[in-house]
């Protein structure tokens, strides 16, 4: 049972370049989401989605991208890269009781 | 501002030393959940909180949510090494909302 996977685990971007940040789970989930973490400030929501089709704005979505056509995965595209997106980023999946189940984190730097 | 702030934001004890970490806010929340992340990887959750005054017990951890529902705190009797991590505490507002915040987090050091 792999629970959540992103990848990939670490990558350097250029400034201006875009990517996508790849999250599966497989427990069939239907509330998925995305987090940056940064030094003193826990984890902050980017997008989140409660099921196919929906997805809605966190606290700091500016910049990044989401959308959601299956219920595995959940997707993070980041348009434009700034090195202000350097961080660690977490996606997560919500079973019941509103219990958060986590990927092992992508680390980007954005030089 | 972030809507929960813990503190102390780091602390460093000696093996066999209790602790207490705080998580607070001016907001009221249905639920609260305390998580322990260790370097490398994603939080791993610890428990959650869903009546003012509730105290639940993990071994040697005890978590307690606020009367009002707006603070909890986790205390750890008897460090041991294996503790060291960061520890989150995360909400969700009253008033059924879907999104879960994140405190600031505290980082701790349990020294042998």
């Known amino acids: 049972n792999a629970g959540v996977t992103q990848t990939p685990k670490f990558q350097v971007l250029k400034t201006g370049q875009s990517m996508t940040l790849q999250c599966a789970q497989d427990?069939?989930?239907?509330?998925m989401s995305w987090y940056r973490q940064d030094p003193g400030m826990g984890l902050r929501l980017i997008h989140y989605?409660?099921?196919?089709?929906?997805?809605d704005q966190g606290e700091v979505p500016n910049g990044y991208n989401v959308s959601r056509s299956t219920t595995e995965d959940f997707p993070l595209r980041l348009l434009s890269a700034a090195p202000s997106q350097t961080s660690v980023y977490f996606c997560?999946?919500?079973?019941?009781?509103?219990?958060?189940?986590f990927g092992a984190g992508t680390r980007l730097s954005v030089l | 501002t972030q809507l929960l702030e813990q503190s102390p934001q780091f602390l460093s004890i000696q093996e066999g030393e209790n602790l207490t970490v705080y998580c607070n806010s001016s907001s009221v929340f249905s639920s609260l959940q305390w998580y322990r992340q260790e370097p490398g990887e994603g939080p791993v959750l610890l428990v959650t909180?869903?009546?003012?005054?509730e105290v639940k017990k993990l071994k040697r951890l005890t978590f307690q949510f606020g009367d009002a529902r707006k603070d909890s705190s986790l205390h750890i009797t008897a460090a041991q090494t294996g503790d060291t991590g960061l520890y989150l505490c995360?909400?969700?507002?009253?008033?059924?909302?879907?999104?879960?915040?994140f405190g600031t987090g505290t980082k701790l050091q349990v020294i042998p």
């Open positions: 995360a909400g969700r507002l009253a008033g059924g909302y879907q999104k879960v915040t």
């Open positions: 427990m069939n989930h239907e509330y």
């Open positions: 909180v869903v009546t003012g005054g």
């Open positions: 989605s409660v099921g196919a089709g929906i997805t």
């Open positions: 997560a999946s919500r079973g019941q009781g509103y219990i958060q189940y």
